[in-house]
Every structure is written in structure tokens, then in C-alpha cells.
């Protein structure tokens, strides 16, 4: 039972146009979702993240979107550059439990020059 | 030098054979947790611990069990390693209410 789902294993893009990595997910007792990037050989790095109570964060070229009605979550990235090329997690936490996260099976983006 | 690290950074072992993989943490957090990676399946977690004295067992904790040394310390054993054990293992740290959770470099263990 796949509580949060990335439904997309990859993606490509072109250097300078948007990245859109969406995330899906099932819990209504989720109360905070993060964005993680990975490179290879090395572990998860936290990106971005928003909060049930809002739709929308900013952090320079990166923007979460949360969709609670349709409980999905979508990262933009613009404009993308190559090395944004990674794995890209979607996590979400679970209300009062400690701080544990359910994580996504992640999308490898790949931007091209 | 790195907040969270992990040793060793590679295993190769066989079946039947009692491995342990070790996290440290130089970030003062609480919260400690194991994860391992398998394609298409993402993160999942093994276990987990608030405190020293508080270990709690994650969705997939069958076949291994952990130790919290110290604060900054959390190991992950696997008993008796079986192939389907082969994987990636990330240690993370996090404050207590905190939001973020901040990872080693990971563990690539192979069971032949």
C-alpha cells in the first residue's frame, strides 16, 4: 500500500525550461510533505518543503505546490539547469508520529544542455 | 566534515552471515532512523529511535535490529543476511520537532 506515489521513474528536460516532478498522495493525516534531491553515491539532500496549511513555497528556483483537495504535490523548477539532473524524492509526514516520513519511489529528472 | 556518517560505505557478504552497519551524528539530534533503498520502491523505513532508551520498529523490520549506543550513535544489524536484504541503507537525523530529516552518505550492501 503505496501511500505517496511518484508515478513518473523519469524525466527530461531541456537546460533553461521547467522541471515538473508531481507526487500523489493517499494519507489525509499527513500534515507536512519535503522535496529531497539525490545524486549518486551519495545520501538524500532536503530541498524544499510546505506545509498542509498552505499551496504554495518558494525557494529561488524551486516552488511546491500542494493540491489538498486533490492530495498532490508538484515541485517546479525553472528554469532547470544540468545539474539538477537527479533523483527527486517526495516525503510526507505523518501527524504526531514522531517525525517519520513516508517517502515516494522518486523520479530521475535529466536535464539536458 | 560530514554531520551524519556511515561505515562501512560498502559490504559485500554472505548468506547466513550476522553484519552490522554503524551511523554516527556530530548534529546533537535526538531522533535517529534506518531506511533502505530498493529501485522503484523508494525509502522505507526500518527503524527508528527517539531517545536512547525509546527504539521503535518501522514498516519493515523483519530481519533486522538496531542498537542506540549513544545519542549520537545508532547501529543496524541484520541477523542472518538473506539475498533479498541487498540494498542501499541511509542512516538520518533529525531534532525533536523539527521538520527535516538530514541523511548519510548510505550504506551499499550486497548479499550473495
Known sequence: DQQVKQNSPSLSVQEGRISILNCDYTNSMFDYFLWYKKYPAEGPTFLISISSIKDKNEDGRFTVFLNKSAKHLSLHIVPSQPGDSAVYFCAARIYNQGGKLIFGQGTELSVKP | ?112
Open chain 2, 1 to 112: 566534515d560530514a554531520d551524519v556518517t556511515q561505515t562501512p560505505r560498502n559490504r559485500i557478504t554472505k548468506t547466513g552471515k550476522r553484519i552490522m552497519l554503524e551511523c554516527s551524528q556530530t548534529k546533537g539530534h535526538d531522533r535517529m532512523y534506518w531506511y533502505r533503498q530498493d529501485p522503484g520502491l523508494g525509502l522505507r523505513l526500518i527503524y527508528y529511535s527517539f531517545d536512547v532508551k525509546d527504539i521503535n520498529k518501522g514498516e519493515i523490520s523483519d530481519g533486522y535490529s538496531v542498537s542506540r549506543q549513544a545519542q549520537a550513535k545508532f547501529s543496524l544489524s541484520l541477523e542472518s543476511a538473506i539475498p533479498n536484504q541487498t540494498a542501499l541503507y541511509f542512516c538520518a537525523t533529525t531534532a525533536q520537532r523539527a521538520d527535516t530529516q538530514y541523511f548519510g552518505p548510505g550504506t551499499r550492501l550486497t548479499v550473495l
